[in-house]
């Protein structure tokens, strides 16, 4: 079954700044990855999917880019509302499990 | 709008059942498939099962195959969980999740704010 791993566990970045964060497959899902947001208190929200590709109503500064087994989500200028865990999901394989990382916690520095 | 409202958690003794429901509204709901995924306090996500628009094909994850059994009713957008031989380690909010597909096998792009399930003597 694939593993997700996501790092680092915790990236501290200030506002403004970039921050890259890392996910990778232990075996190759093709584009088949979504990132997902979560703040506390409240449900994931679906950010990327197809690598790449933003969902409806994400701000640009957001992108994604990978194939196989490495993946990387990047925001470009960090802003207040950015700070949050963010989790990569591979849809590759049938049934899904194992498919969430286990999370980056994106922190203020 | 895309609502997906769930309910029936609450406390209750290892060993014991509970049944969570998922009410969807905003779409239509026999298009798509959804999922339960769970979160423990303080741990990441969980994909717990995932079911097809007809029924036709449901999956599991391997720490609750045989103990739970998810269903859907289309003519009353609804979803549901069944969970039975409940253990400590299935203390978690449930979320259920829609799947941009009919088949279930990929990413979800609308969840509902969960329903917390605490399994405790």
């Known amino acids: 079954e694939i593993v997700m791993t996501q790092s680092p566990a915790t990236l501290s970045v200030s506002p403004g700044e970039r921050a890259t964060l890392s996910c990778r497959a232990s075996?190759?899902?093709?584009?088949?990855l979504a990132w997902y947001q979560q703040k506390p208190g409240q449900a994931p929200r679906l950010l990327i999917y197809a690598a790449s590709t933003r969902a409806t109503g994400i701000p640009a500064r957001f992108s994604g880019s990978g194939s196989g087994t490495e993946f990387t989500l990047t925001i470009s200028s960090l802003q207040s509302e950015d700070f949050a865990v963010y989790y990569c999901?591979?849809?590759?394989?049938?049934?899904?499990?194992?498919?969430f990382g286990q999370g980056t916690k994106l922190e203020i520095k | 709008e895309v609502q997906l409202v769930e309910s029936g958690g609450g406390l209750v003794q290892p060993g014991r059942s509970l049944r969570l429901s998922c009410a969807a509204s905003g779409f239509t709901f026999d298009d798509y498939a959804i999922h339960w995924v769970r979160q423990a306090p303080g741990k990441g996500l969980e994909w717990v099962s995932g079911?097809?628009?007809?029924?036709?094909?449901?999956a599991y994850a391997d720490s609750v195959k045989g103990r739970f059994t998810m269903s859907r009713d289309n003519a009353k957008n609804s979803l549901y969980l069944q969970m039975n031989s409940l253990r400590v380690e299935d203390t978690a909010l449930y979320y259920c999740?829609?799947?941009?597909?009919?088949?279930?096998?990929?990413?979800?792009?609308?969840w509902g704010q969960g329903t917390l399930v605490t399994v405790s003597s």
């Open positions: 075996q190759s899902v093709s584009s088949n």
């Open positions: 999901q591979q849809y590759n394989n049938w049934p899904l499990r194992n498919t």
């Open positions: 079911i097809s628009w007809n029924s036709g094909t449901v």
């Open positions: 999740a829609k799947d941009i597909s009919v088949t279930g096998r990929y990413y979800f792009d609308y």
